[in-house]
């Protein structure tokens, strides 16, 4: 089988009040991509890894990737847009499965996109790592509506996998009927009906969004490289 990775990777970060897109931050002596893209090369069964980037990106040119499994293509205006346009450049050389994983999310464990790919083979299906909820969840505005059951809730992580064709065709359906419900890969395949799996994976796996994340990842990266 043949599996191929996206990153998107063309977002402005503008929760991070910066003036570059957060993915250039640095931690430790590389980019916050570059620790992302060096998590998904570590799997060998990774055939290509594809980087959506902005057509206004300035940073980009100037990293090395050395792995020739890497190349890049442009994003579009929503992260569903980046992942369809990647998923459009692989068309040519297309894979079986592909794994989509956010550029801000460099602490996930090589051992647990592993899981994710064993998974998604072993059971044929789609599926998506995933955390359980832990705190106690309330909905309202500025004053509380109501608290939410909790034993049923999954806070959606990446890397997600799919088949590639079905991605393909789910997001481009999502994009033309409902852009703004598709927020992450699985959303597209949700409202076509069809089945994902949650696959649970560490909780630390957090998306940098807002500068305390940052601190927190530096942390966190460290204790990896222990
Ligand atoms: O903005 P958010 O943190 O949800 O972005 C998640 C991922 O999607 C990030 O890696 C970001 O770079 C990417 N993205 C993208 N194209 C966009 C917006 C976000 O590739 N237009």
């Avoid at 090395?64 to 980046?82: I, L």
């Avoid at 991605?167 to 069809?194: Q, W, Y």
Wanted: net charge negative; proline share 5%; charged share 25%.
């Amino acid at each position: 089988v043949k599996i191929a990775a996206v990153i998107p990777a063309a977002g402005v970060g503008s929760r991070m009040q910066l003036d570059f897109p957060k993915q250039y931050l640095v931690i430790q002596d590389q980019t916050i991509l570059e620790h992302t893209v060096h998590k998904l090369l570590a799997l060998p069964c990774i055939t290509t890894v594809v980087i959506a980037i902005s057509k206004e990106d300035d940073y980009f040119s100037d990293i090395t990737f050395t792995d020739n499994r890497v190349c890049a293509c442009f994003g579009g205006a929503s992260r569903a847009e980046s992942v369809f346009n990647a998923l459009k450049h692989l068309r040519d050389d297309k894979p079986d499965w592909v794994l989509v994983h956010d550029a801000a999310r460099p602490l996930v464990l090589p051992e647990d996109i592993a899981t994710l790919v064993t998974q998604c083979l072993e059971k044929d299906e789609g599926g998506i790592l995933a955390s359980k909820v832990k705190d106690t969840i309330k909905q309202g505005d500025t004053k509380i509506e109501k608290t939410v059951p909790r034993e049923q809730l999954w806070s959606a992580l990446t890397p997600q996998m799919f088949k590639f064709d079905e991605l393909l065709a789910a997001l481009e359906l999502g994009l033309k009927e409902a852009p703004h419900t598709i927020t992450d890969e699985a959303s597209a395949m949700e409202r076509l009906n069809l089945p994902v799996q949650l696959v649970s994976g560490r909780s630390d796996n957090i998306k940098i969004t807002s500068p305390e994340d940052y601190d927190l990842a530096c942390y966190l990266l460290n204790k990896q490289k222990e």
